[in-house]
């Protein structure tokens, strides 16, 4: 086992997992527009990847003790490189639209479960290799995730432009190849017993209030954070004070994207000279006002500013959070990553389902919809304050 190498290929997969998190967002709005897909359906869809990102995070732990590390996470990188590339292929098959909806919802299930592997698993790893800043780690490699997210909507932009939306995908399938490969010929350290992934122990934990609130405030943060991502793009191309084109709108993801990379890459440092119920308590805030100026904004430049001062205030909150966690159960490393990354497939579920729906409904709309991230926000404000307060 090489540490640096192992470390730097976790790092890239949380590109590929940023990779594969952005390409339905930005491509479902002109997919949609050629299906004719409503706003639940485009939900529906968006929901079917956090759903099979929810399975496969609550059963990676327990099956990678029963087949090692590795091949539980080649596996995971396999489900990435099948289901993207399904996805891709679909519409060259011919089937017809009611077929194609189910077969789309089919794929995107698979993605979101090699998601859910690879990510549940990768932060366990890296907690596992680095258990002294495991909070540095963890936001750097997020920092990496939105490095991926930054050049994902750049590069989408550009693929659909000369080639079609499924030139994404297949980048992503592309991506996931040579990660299984390199991982492939890696050793990976194995985690302790008491890890396992076992319903005992997670029924043991969830009497655990402590627990509970940490996996609640990881639900509330992934809502927000998922449903401006899903939706952003549709509502900049489609507001009557915007219409933004289709490379306008995914620089607007650009820019949120930014805002992540320069947050994370200075975020451990932040909670390291304050502390985590600091950082947390003013990044709930600060997103609440910024989210809420955002949708009141009537010109697109204003918006963009707000929507980068966002990105900044969300920044670290996920990895901190998700460190929190391994710091407060450090025995239970296996156990907290799944039932964790289970958490971000719920919030991943929930939010974007929502707003689609919303904005099928006359007078309510995507900006009725955006408006519930507000709210996931004061959750967050909420349970950490909660959860801080009893736990210390």
Known sequence: MNKRILTFLCFMVFVLVAFNYMSLPRTIYDIGLHYGWSGSQKGDLLSAGSIGFIFAALVSGYLSELFGKKQVLVFGLLFSLVGNIAFGYLPEIGLSEHFSFYFFLLFNFLIGA?????????????????????????????????????????????????????????????????????????????????????????????????????????????????????????????????????????????YFWIAMLIGRSIYGWWVEKTSSRFALAVSSVGGMISISLFLFAKSPQLASVLIFVCGGFLSGMFATIFSVGGERFPHYLGVISGSMAASVGIGGIISPNVIGRLSDIPGAGITAGLATCVVYLLGVFVVVMTVFKSSR
């Open 114 to 254: 090699g998601g859910g592997i690879i990510e549940g698993l990768t932060n366990a790893l890296l907690m596992h290799l680095h258990p002294e800043k495991s909070s540095f780690y963890l936001n750097l490699a997020h920092a990496f995730f939105a490095l991926g997210a930054i050049i994902s909507p750049l590069m989408a932009g550009w693929l659909i432009l000369i080639s079609g939306w499924q030139m994404i995908f297949y980048l992503n399938a592309a991506i996931s190849f040579f990660l299984l490969i390199g991982l492939f010929f890696q050793s990976c350290p194995p985690f302790r017993s008491d890890e396992k992934m076992e319903f005992k122990t997670l029924l043991a934990l969830a009497k655990n209030r402590v627990f509970l609130l940490l996996n609640l405030s990881i639900v509330f943060y992934v809502a927000t954070e998922t449903g401006l991502v899903a939706w952003m793009v549709e509502y900049v191309r489609t507001h009557p004070g915007f219409k933004l084109s289709q490379f306008q709108s995914g620089v607007f993801l650009t």
